[in-house]
């Protein structure tokens, strides 16, 4: 059974650093890996989407990481913002069926 | 281009209660899917459909009930609430490409008492 593991839960940094948000999976049979951002009281949106035969993708200042054999991903955000701050999940994808992480809940002080 | 749509945003139940959580997608999306988010525990998938006519259960399935008479709405119904179903649930939709990422909607936050 697949499961999804994400450290820290919680993370304070000051604003301007650069950071780095992990997630681990235990099956590699993946079709893709995706990481999204949680507002408080608000849906998800997607932030980057790496398919099962890539190793990264970048989007402004994000850079997720995939590397399937060892079970693991990482979301690089450059330069934090206090914008920033949200919870961030990561999700892998089966047949069919998303595994979410319990996610990262990011505060970026100003 | 509305996405993904949920109603209603809020709701309180009293135990054995039935009711149903609405969803909609105007992205002509195969996959439909619902969660629940639960405090320390992540989104865990209750059913999915991947498209009209076809349904199949998650991980957590059970007091849960959905059909797709059409490709845009993938309804939720409670058959009988219970106070473990105390959750926020989200809604979302896809292609089924490995490469599209899905949809969410802004969500049902539901009390059972």
């Known amino acids: 059974k697949q499961e999804v593991t994400q450290i820290p839960a919680a993370l304070s940094v000051p604003e301007g650093e650069n950071l780095v948000l992990n997630c681990s999976f235990t099956?590699?049979?993946?079709?893709?890996l995706q990481w999204f951002r949680q507002d408080p009281g608000k849906g998800l949106t997607s932030l980057l989407l790496i398919q099962s035969s890539q190793r990264e993708q970048t989007s402004g200042r994000l850079n997720a990481s995939l590397d399937k054999s060892s079970g693991r991903s990482t979301l690089y955000i450059a330069a934090s913002q206090p914008g920033d701050s949200a919870t961030y999940l990561c999700?892998?994808?089966?047949?069919?069926?998303?595994?979410f992480g319990t996610g990262t809940r990011l505060k970026v002080l100003a | 281009n509305a996405g993904v749509t949920q109603t209603p945003k809020f709701q309180v139940l009293k135990t054995g209660q039935s009711m149903t959580l609405q969803c909609a997608q105007d992205?002509?999306?195969?996959?439909m899917s619902w969660y629940r988010q639960d405090p320390g525990m992540g989104l865990r998938l209750i059913h999915y459909s991947v498209g009209a006519g076809i349904t199949d259960q998650g991980e957590v399935p059970n007091g849960y009930n959905v059909s797709r008479s059409t490709t845009e709405d993938f309804p939720l119904r409670l058959l009988s609430a219970a106070p473990s179903q105390t959750s926020v649930y989200f809604c979302?939709?896809?292609?089924?490409?490995?490469?599209?990422?899905?949809?969410f909607g802004p969500g049902t936050r539901l009390t059972v008492l």
């Open positions: 992205m002509n999306h195969e996959y």
């Open positions: 099956d590699s049979a993946i079709y893709n």
């Open positions: 979302a939709s896809s292609t089924t490409g490995d490469e599209d990422t899905q949809y």
């Open positions: 999700a892998v994808k089966g047949t069919y069926k998303y595994i």
